[in-house]
């Protein structure tokens, strides 16, 4: 696909002519669709699709700080997945919940928005070789609650709403017996007094997105 705008019909040639296939940065167990430069897709992106409504931003075009460090600490730590169900919140490019199915997961489920990231999603599990489940949408207000029995949540506190959403879903399911293991490299939203430290990482990120080279990751547990 040559065209700059996107096809609504046809968002696995858009993004596959938009990345190369990469070992994450931190995690190069798990190959996924990077693309070179952001900030470009990201004017590509915000173009209006035939819905008339505006794209997200492509948040599964790189692999972002937060799902690195989960990702990282989930295959170090397999014990914290295998054998269980899991739901990856906000999925954006899946990393995360590829690493899950890789550290031994019965079974992955996402929850992700973004039609172009759920493409994205799809061609980075085929990449990787691993089958995931449907992506469910818009979970935060579920009810019932979705069946999972860990929660992972990779970098989704950077804006007020989401973050308060996001947790009260967090606490909804942490009250429901789900394990909640979230990744942040700091964001400005972030529950600190909430959470309990388990790991720290530094993470090699782009310097287009994040003004450095490493951000100093944390990965944390909701407790009960």
Do not use: K
């Not at 705008?5 to 990345?19: C, G, K, L, M, N």
């Not at 997200?56 to 989930?74: H, T």
């Not at 954006?92 to 996402?110: C, D, Q, R």
């Not at 469910?136 to 999972?148: E, I, K």
């Amino acid at each position: 696909m040559t065209s700059d705008t996107v096809s609504a019909s046809a968002p696995d040639e858009f993004i596959r002519s938009q990345t190369r296939v990469l070992p994450a940065q931190f995690v190069p167990e798990v190959r996924m669709h990077t693309a070179d430069e952001v900030f470009e897709l990201w004017d590509r992106t915000d173009r209006r699709a035939a819905s008339g409504e505006v794209q997200p931003p492509p948040f599964w075009a790189r692999p972002w700080a937060g799902g690195q460090a989960l990702a990282r600490y989930v295959l170090d730590h397999p014990q914290a997945v295998a054998g269980r169900s899991v739901l990856d919140l906000a999925s954006g490019s899946g990393l995360v919940a590829i690493a899950a199915l890789l550290a031994g997961a019965a079974e992955v489920t996402v929850s992700e928005i973004d039609p172009l990231a759920q493409a994205a999603i799809r061609l980075n599990a085929e990449a990787n070789g691993v089958g995931l489940g449907p992506s469910l949408g818009d979970v935060l207000d579920a009810d019932p609650l979705p069946d999972a029995e860990v929660l992972l949540v990779g970098d989704a506190f950077y804006e007020r709403p989401l973050a308060d959403r996001v947790l009260a879903f967090a606490r909804r399911m942490r009250s429901a017996g789900t394990d909640v293991l979230v990744g942040d490299p700091g964001r400005a939203y972030l529950p600190r007094t909430d959470l309990t430290e388990v790991a720290v990482y530094d993470v090699p990120v782009s310097r287009e997105l994040e003004n450095t080279d490493v951000r100093r990751t944390t990965v944390w547990r909701l407790p009960t």
